[in-house]
């Protein structure tokens, strides 16, 4: 079956221009995830999004960040005025479980921001 | 306490080498520990996990060992082939929890 996709696979942009970022989860998976990676480091959380609850937005770094989901289908992650250092690759990821186990992954965004 | 500190940054072996990959944890309430491995434009992918009710835990050539009371936990890939070569991240979370804390990754090349 279809893995987690998502688009644009690149994305670049000016500093202070609102970007979009979009994932399409694994058909029937409740659970999604935003990461942000920068270059040579590891994952960093951003939000979660399990079922109709409310979503964490604990790992958002400002208010410049934003993310919404319909039911359990497309997720768009917003980020507002973009600055230099947003610069990094957006992963996605699914899970059928409400918890963190078997977090599938798609290939991410890469946003630069010039 | 939320960090996951992983060493070494990167790491060269050769074809039929083990390369082990070590991770260390502060927070005692992490009870979930798993590797990923990613390589070039994909995103990363789940390798194995444990839960520190077991020690070690294998799956073909890939072996957790995991150390509670040191709060350390290793990969271990025998046997190292080319193809392992990627970069490989290890992650902890509380049972219960939504997010992983991922460590900063280790980039493998295993030379053929």
């Known amino acids: 079956g279809a893995g987690v996709s998502q688009s644009p696979s690149n994305k670049v942009t000016e500093k202070g221009k609102d970007v979009e970022l979009r994932c399409d989860p694994i058909?029937?998976?409740?659970?999604l995830y935003w990461y942000r990676q920068r270059l040579g480091q590891g994952l960093e959380f951003l939000i979660y999004?399990?079922?109709?609850?409310?979503?964490?937005k604990s790992g958002l770094p400002s208010d410049r960040f934003s993310a919404e989901r319909t039911g359990e289908s497309v997720s768009t992650l917003t980020i507002q005025r973009t600055q230099q250092e947003d610069s990094a690759v957006y992963l996605c990821?699914?899970?059928?479980?409400?918890?963190?186990?078997?977090?599938?992954f798609g290939p991410g965004t890469r946003l630069t921001v010039t | 306490q939320q960090q996951v500190k992983q060493s070494p940054q990167s790491l060269i072996v050769q074809k039929g080498g083990i390369s082990i990959i070590n991770c260390a944890y502060e927070?005692?309430?992490?009870?979930?520990f798993p590797w990923y491995q990613q390589f070039p434009g994909k995103g990363p992918a789940l390798l194995i996990a444990?839960?520190?009710?077991?020690s070690e835990k294998k799956e073909g050539r890939f072996t957790i060992s995991f150390n509670k009371s040191a709060k350390q936990f290793s990969l271990h890939i025998m046997d190292s082939q080319p193809g392992d070569s990627a970069t490989y991240f290890c992650?902890?979370?509380?049972?219960?929890?939504?997010?992983?804390?991922f460590g900063s990754g280790t980039q493998l090349t295993v030379l053929p």
């Open positions: 990821a699914s899970s059928s479980a409400p918890t963190v186990y078997e977090q599938y």
């Open positions: 999004f399990q079922g109709n609850s409310a979503p964490d």
């Open positions: 927070n005692t309430a992490f009870d979930y």
């Open positions: 444990i839960r520190p009710d077991v």
């Open positions: 058909s029937g998976h409740t659970a």
């Open positions: 992650a902890a979370s509380p049972d219960s929890a939504r997010q992983l804390t």
